[in-house]
């Protein structure tokens, strides 16, 4: 190896600090998305209901185990006192699919609320990357510690995120693209296990996505850290003075 090929300690500085940046990175995104759990607590619900309405085509008996499966995930994310968030989601986009489906009568009609919102998702993201304060943004800002220093202070950041919140509208447009059609033209059986099936490729393509965008944008703002550090300043200061003032008397 010459002289030319070792590596020097800036080039090893600088591939730690995107090993770490990458592993930030990872870690922030498996605590705002939930992880695998959170993956099996939002699709275990809908797999239940679908597969009990394929076998007998009681819109109730579905209802009922779908609800069911949902409370038994909050319990146990109760008990071993995780963060329940992810579950609490799941319970209500059950609840709201079966009353819509009980109301109607229709057994589709419990897949229609979860359609929907993952349609206003799609153009809530697309949206606010064109107003210039990307979604994705608004939700991670807070799990790097760098609440909305991105926009004014981190140009490189908002950028990344802006690429982030992109991914994110157009994987969940085109995956509504799929499902209102067959809402209308498939039945229930059949609309049910596409759209299970679409519960997590999209969903791990725009986390995936925004991993790199991330891994390779400029490291976060920690306001955080920046408040302790001023309010620590302060009362050195204020301390400094006290015993300024002491000196004097």
């Given at each position: 190896m010459t002289s030319l090929d070792k590596p020097t300690p800036d080039t090893d500085r600088t591939d730690q600090q995107e090993a770490d940046a990458k592993a930030v990175t990872e870690a922030a995104l498996f605590e705002a998305f939930g992880g695998i759990r959170g993956m099996v607590e939002t699709v275990l619900p809908g797999l239940?209901?679908?597969?009990?309405?394929?076998?007998?085509?009681?819109?109730?008996?579905?209802?009922?185990?779908?609800v069911a499966v949902s409370l038994v995930l909050v319990a146990v994310r109760l008990i071993r006192k995780d963060t329940v968030k992810h579950a609490f989601s799941g319970v209500f986009g059950v609840a709201f699919g079966v009353v819509f489906a009980m109301m109607t009568g229709n057994a589709k009609d419990f897949y229609l609320p979860g359609m929907i919102y993952t349609l206003g998702l799609a153009l809530a993201y697309i949206v606010t990357t064109i107003a210039g304060v990307p979604l994705i943004g608004l939700i991670l800002g807070p799990v790097f510690k760098e609440n909305l220093s991105w926009r004014t202070r981190n140009p490189g950041r908002k950028k990344a995120y802006a690429k982030a919140s992109w991914a994110w509208g157009l994987i969940l447009l085109a995956k509504c693209a799929i499902l209102f059609p067959l809402y209308w033209w498939a039945d229930t059986a059949q609309l049910g296990w596409v759209l299970v099936a679409l519960k997590i490729p999209p969903f791990l393509l725009a986390v995936y996505l925004t991993w790199v965008f991330l891994a390779k944008a400029p490291p976060p703002i920690d306001v955080f850290a920046e408040m302790e550090a001023e309010e620590q300043a302060e009362k050195a200061r204020k301390e400094q003075a006290a015993g300024a003032r002491n000196t004097q008397a």
């Open positions: 239940l209901f679908v597969t009990i309405f394929t076998i007998n085509k009681d819109l109730h008996t579905s209802a009922i185990a779908a």
